[in-house]
């Protein structure tokens, strides 16, 4: 059974910086885009960083040159690294991966639980 298990969220203050990681686990063929994204309270689900297999990244506008979407492919994980994080910032952030099971299969979404960020004024 595949799985998302993120890890490294938590309560900051507003220009702090916070790392959170991603690792898939369970047997699967290949992992192809792997991603962040956050939803704040009354609010939609939204992307904040993505990454595609061969490295290509894309931020958000709100968090451009604030954050850095990362992955090691060997180790099957995902990296968001955050820096001078804001108010605004705070949201539950779940890991998201595009995941191959087997050579002939097409891909399927697999989702983390979730981890909380709090950032205080």
């Known amino acids: 059974q595949v799985q998302l298990v993120e890890s490294g969220g938590g309560l900051v203050q507003a220009g702090a910086s916070l790392r959170l990681s991603c690792a898939a686990s369970?047997?699967?063929?290949?992992?192809?885009?792997m991603g962040w994204y956050r939803q704040a309270p009354g609010k939609e689900r939204e992307l904040v960083a993505s990454?595609?297999?061969?490295?290509?990244?894309s931020y958000a506008d709100s968090v451009k040159a604030r954050f850095t979407i990362s992955r090691d492919s060997a180790k099957k994980t995902v990296v968001l690294q955050m820096d001078s994080l804001k108010p605004d910032d705070t949201a539950v952030y779940y890991c998201?991966?595009?995941?191959?099971?087997?050579?002939?299969?097409?891909?399927?979404?697999?989702w983390g639980q979730g981890t909380q960020v709090t950032v205080s004024s």
């Open positions: 998201n991966a595009a995941i191959v099971l087997g050579i002939l299969d097409y891909e399927r979404r697999y």
């Open positions: 369970g047997i699967f063929f290949s992992i192809n885009d």
């Open positions: 990454i595609t297999s061969s490295g290509r990244t």
